[in-house]
């Protein structure tokens, strides 16, 4: 058995018992909508059943296509890789608790009714005032799917796509859309389901939390806004909102929110975002999103190619967020895009998989550290437009400024990145404003990184949900 088999057998070992073609990347519009796009894609359909009926990805690149040779940086610098069970969040949002505490609530939900009501028991004036410290656990598949009821709207298709694809719809959701109107796109009545376009609120003080694999909401999302705080999101996975359907529901919304860990989630077959902020106008500050899978896989793509393209959006105002060991993959952009205002975003460790287009796009004013990330067959890592902000995200070697330049930011070495192959196009830029500003991070908001040579090989393997073992909470 090689020395690469060895140790993630160890790894394994250490968790259980520790408990369209023809488009482009410059295909969006200043308001970050991407642009109708005609074309035709020979491929496989996915199913569009339940999540265990999709068809298997490769959860990691073959033995023999990875470099899992340690740097010299590697060596010296990169810890030793956490478990991924672990209890508490790393980086920004390593406050969070959650439900957990004195005097904390615990129930166990299996049917809408029952979740919405613990999640948040009292809303006034359309905000949720229910802060009870309380543990919500789902331990089976809760469909929100037609418990409501459809609702009509006009709407275009913003992609063609030839067979085996379907055309992606984009919903006028409101008088003033004007989407399908800027694109002279013919517009047609269609139906949604209400459920997916309204999130369930969520109150401070909450941990929802999947029991082994088996936890799903199906059909609806969260959001969390209007100054909730302190709430953990883990081990479920969310589904089927509103496929194909633009604009009729997220994953998960934050507004205006604070102390937010979402933790060992899939997300899949979401018709918008699967994780969006900037809502009420707000920041998501003090965010940890870890070890989650982004399953863009799709029968609705908006490049024709199987691939999701809105997958991640965030657009608050002075967002700080860590995103760290998360599996991105089969996505045609915002894997995420960053637009908002005045946003600090550390990627560390992430796997990004089988990208047909762009994975990070920083916006203006945004300031992003990148390091120990692996970027596996991804047409363009890191898009860069007229108005980008300010991304370090150094490459192997890293010469001596740029190890002084985080020894004196970080007060250790940065863990390099990989792309695999290199793009044409090399955005890996070392913008010196990254490390100077984050010389003023509180303690601890910094992650440190684990070397990236383990990040194809471990990543697939333990994000998503059934991973937490004895650990969960």
């Known amino acids: 058995m090689t020395n690469r088999k060895l140790w993630l057998a160890a790894m394994l070992c250490v968790a259980a018992l520790s408990g369209c073609g023809g488009a482009d990347s410059s295909a969006e519009s200043a308001d970050g909508d991407a642009v109708e796009v005609v074309a035709s894609a020979d491929a496989t359909v996915v199913n569009e059943g339940t999540p265990s009926a999709v068809a298997p990805v490769a959860e990691a690149v073959s033995d023999a296509s990875v470099d899992t040779s340690e740097s010299d940086d590697e060596r010296a610098h990169a810890l030793a890789v956490p478990a991924p069970n672990a209890a508490a969040a790393i980086g920004y949002g390593r406050q969070v608790t959650g439900g957990t505490g004195s005097g904390a609530e615990r129930v166990r939900v299996s049917n809408t009714t029952d979740l919405v009501k613990a999640l948040c028991n009292k809303v006034v004036g359309g905000r949720c005032t229910d802060d009870t410290r309380r543990i919500i656990e789902v331990a089976t598949t809760i469909n929100f799917i037609g418990t409501e009821k459809s609702l009509p709207a006009m709407a275009c298709n913003y992609s063609s796509c030839s067979s085996p694809w379907k055309p992606e719809r984009l919903a006028l959701m409101n008088p003033n859309e004007a989407h399908c109107k800027e694109r002279n796109l013919p517009t047609f009545q269609i139906s949604y389901d209400k459920a997916g376009a309204e999130s369930m609120l969520v109150g401070s003080n909450k941990t929802l939390i999947g029991v082994g694999s088996t936890g799903v909401i199906k059909g609806k999302g969260l959001m969390l806004a209007s100054g909730v705080s302190n709430v953990?999101?883990?081990?479920?996975?969310?589904?089927?909102?509103?496929?194909?359907?633009?604009?009729?529901?997220d994953a998960i919304r934050l507004g205006n929110t604070d102390r937010v860990?979402?933790?060992?989630?899939?997300?899949?077959?979401?018709?918008?975002?699967?994780?969006?902020?900037?809502?009420?106008?707000?920041?998501?500050?003090?965010?940890?999103?870890?070890?989650?899978?982004?399953?863009?896989?799709?029968?609705?793509?908006?490049?024709c190619d199987g691939k999701h393209y809105w997958n991640v959006l965030l657009a608050g105002k002075g967002d700080?967020?860590?995103?760290?060991?998360?599996?991105?993959?089969?996505?045609?952009?915002?894997?995420?895009?960053?637009?908002?205002?005045?946003?600090?975003?550390?990627?560390?460790?992430?796997?990004?998989?089988?990208?047909?287009?762009?994975?990070?796009?920083?916006?203006?004013?945004?300031?992003?550290?990148?390091?120990?990330?692996?970027?596996?067959?991804?047409?363009?890592?890191?898009?860069?437009?007229s108005s980008h902000g300010y991304v370090f995200a150094p490459l192997a070697p890293m010469s001596s400024a740029t190890t002084s330049q985080c020894s004196a930011a970080l007060k250790r070495n940065c863990v390099p990145n990989v792309a695999d192959p290199m793009p044409q196009t090399n955005n890996f830029s070392l913008d010196a404003a990254v490390p100077n500003a984050l010389k003023s991070a509180p303690s601890g908001a910094v992650a440190s990184p684990y070397g990236v040579s383990k990040v194809p090989l471990l990543v697939p393997k333990q994000a998503g949900p059934g991973h937490l073992g004895s650990s969960s909470s």
């Open 232 to 249: 953990i999101i883990r081990n479920l996975t969310f589904s089927d909102i509103n496929p194909g359907i633009i604009f009729a529901g």
């Open 320 to 385: 700080s967020m860590t995103f760290a060991s998360n599996w991105i993959h089969d996505f045609s952009g915002r894997g995420p895009d960053i637009h908002g205002s005045n946003q600090v975003v550390h990627f560390v460790n992430n796997y990004f998989q089988d990208g047909s287009n762009y994975a990070v796009n920083p916006g203006a004013t945004s300031t992003v550290l990148m390091e120990g990330n692996y970027f596996k067959t991804v047409k363009q890592p890191i898009l860069k437009n």
């Open 261 to 303: 860990w979402i933790d060992h989630n899939r997300f899949a077959r979401i018709g918008r975002q699967m994780l969006v902020t900037g809502w009420q106008g707000g920041a998501a500050s003090n965010v940890t999103v870890s070890w989650n899978e982004f399953d863009g896989r799709s029968e609705y793509p908006n490049m």
